[in-house]
């Protein structure tokens, strides 16, 4: 059920640590999260691709094409119950945190990635802690460098967990 990413060599497509090779996985059954309170009860993983981290990420692969391209914050998975369920299924996820990483990396990386992949529209997850925001607003930049009218619809998610907002921006004309 785990597909590596090939070269036209028909190589796997990878460069410097293993751990980094692209990957896409077939989508886990459906499960009640509900009941995942349960002893003797797990959680399915709802992750399709791999690598996650948003510097680790290629350019292009066949797991952004038609995607809905979910970027979290690092932290908003640990906060809010039910991230797979809710947010995950059925999306390719990239992560980052706009406090800790360099945002004009991520500007360039999300921009590159946009312009040349086939992405349906994007989801962003971000804390209410301030320093979150600037996850949000590099992805608007990044979707405008692009080119690309794309749908992006923020949720800001509390430290306790709750979603507090839901902010839907048309695409951009282009």
């Known amino acids: 059920s785990e597909k590596q990413l090939k070269s036209a060599a028909g190589r796997p497509r990878f460069g410097g640590c293993p751990g980094s090779l692209s990957r896409m996985f ?55 119950a039910g991230f797979h369920s809710r947010f995950l299924a059925g999306k390719t996820l990239l992560i980052g945190c706009p406090k800790l990483d360099d945002a004009g990396h991520y500007l360039e990386k999300l921009t590159a990635i946009f312009s040349r992949n086939d992405i ?22 990044a979707v405008d460098r692009s080119g690309k009218s794309l749908l992006v619809t923020m949720f800001r998610v509390g430290i306790r967990g709750d979603v507090l907002d839901k902010i839907e921006a048309a695409p951009s004309a282009v």
């Open 26 to 80: 077939a989508a886990g059954p459906a499960h009640d999260e509900e009941k995942a309170g349960e002893p003797g009860r797990e959680i399915t993983s709802r992750l399709g691709n791999w690598p996650v981290q948003l510097n680790l990420a290629p350019l292009q692969a066949p797991y952004f094409d038609g995607a809905t391209v979910l970027i979290c914050a690092d932290c908003v998975p640990f906060a809010l």
């Open 120 to 141: 349906r529209a994007v989801e962003v997850l971000i804390m209410e802690v301030p320093c979150c925001s600037g996850l949000a607003h590099i992805v608007r930049q």
